[in-house]
């Protein structure tokens, strides 16, 4: 790795002894220093190496947008066995409101494409997220997002319950959803643990599950797991104002994650999706 590393940089990377970051949610991680250079090194099996490819190019597609900062991937491969993906040691830990990751996010959302979707699949969690370029948006999140994940639950034998209010839910799809916003440039996977501050106060966010979509699921998103504070959305409302739908479209999109996460935890998640989907019901009348 410190080989590659050193190709990779252009200058050879003697590291000293590696520290630890202690796990993310979902891989082993480490900070790889020669007392100039410092490196934020992910580690996972072998088999992941896919999803470490998908997050470098996801990385750079959101750091080229200039928006909001974002480390810089260096270069993905395999060591001892093991997937890793490097990138750029960003200390975190500094203050702010969040007024400028709210602005800054909209500056983001502002990066569109002409369809939704992106170049490749990627993965939300360690479930796999496919990314189909599609030019209708209701089509694309019923069949790539919601309809995806249900299959993901059958496969995953979450239950009766789940399978009939998806399958009604499927049915009432387009009546819910009358919206076509634009395909907007997402991080995808953005709550609080996906969002930091350096050591000036800028808004870094890493760990990205990268697509263009409506912006609407990203806010969503931010408001699932305790919310990023009033700064934050006073400020995303002040540069690019949401939709008055979006309060009803909220539950929709977050469906997708809490399926997600029943998929991959069961648990407590299976009852909420159940509940989150009979609430969508009723609101059809
Ligand atoms: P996982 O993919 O396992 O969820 P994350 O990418 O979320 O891991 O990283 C785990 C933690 O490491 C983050 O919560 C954050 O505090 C820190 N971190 C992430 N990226 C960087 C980086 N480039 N530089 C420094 N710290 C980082």
Redesign the pocket.
């Known amino acids: 790795m410190s080989h590659h590393i050193g190709e990779a940089c252009g200058t050879p990377f003697q590291p000293k002894a590696p520290s630890s970051?202690g796990?993310?949610?979902?891989?082993t991680?480490i900070?790889l220093s020669d007392g100039i250079s410092h490196w934020?090194v992910?580690l996972n099996q072998a088999s992941r190496l896919d999803m470490f490819e998908a997050e470098a190019e996801g990385l750079r597609e959101l750091a080229d947008a200039g928006a909001i900062r974002v480390?810089r991937p260096l270069c993905t491969g395999m060591a001892d066995g093991q997937a890793y993906i490097v990138?750029?040691?960003?200390?975190?830990g500094g203050n702010s409101s969040g007024a400028r990751a709210g602005e800054q996010l909209a500056a983001l959302h502002r990066h569109q494409a002409e369809a939704f979707g992106w170049k490749r699949d990627n993965t939300i969690g360690s479930t796999r997220q496919p990314n189909h370029w599609t030019a209708d948006w209701v089509d694309f999140w019923r069949r790539h997002r919601l309809g995806f994940q249900l299959e993901e639950a059958a496969r995953n034998g979450l239950g009766h319950n789940i399978q009939r209010l998806g399958e009604r839910l499927m049915e009432s799809f387009p009546a819910l959803m009358d919206h076509a916003p634009a395909p907007s440039l997402l991080h995808g996977d953005l709550w609080g643990?996906?969002l930091?501050h350096d050591d000036r106060g800028n808004p870094v966010i890493?760990?990205p599950a990268t697509y263009y979509g409506d912006r609407e699921a990203e806010i969503a998103m931010t408001e699932l797991f305790g919310g990023f504070g009033k700064a934050f959305y006073d400020a995303y409302d002040a540069v690019w104002p949401l939709d008055s739908g979006y309060r009803t479209r909220r539950t929709f999109y977050n469906l997708y994650h809490i399926l997600n996460h029943a998929n991959m935890f069961g648990g407590g998640y299976v009852g909420q999706s159940g509940r989150m989907m009979e609430q969508l019901l009723a609101e059809l009348g």
Request: hydrophobic share 30%; with cysteine; proline share 9%.
């Open positions: 970051m796990g993310g949610c979902i891989n991680a900070r934020f992910k480390p990138m750029e040691y960003i200390p975190l643990g996906n930091g890493y760990d």
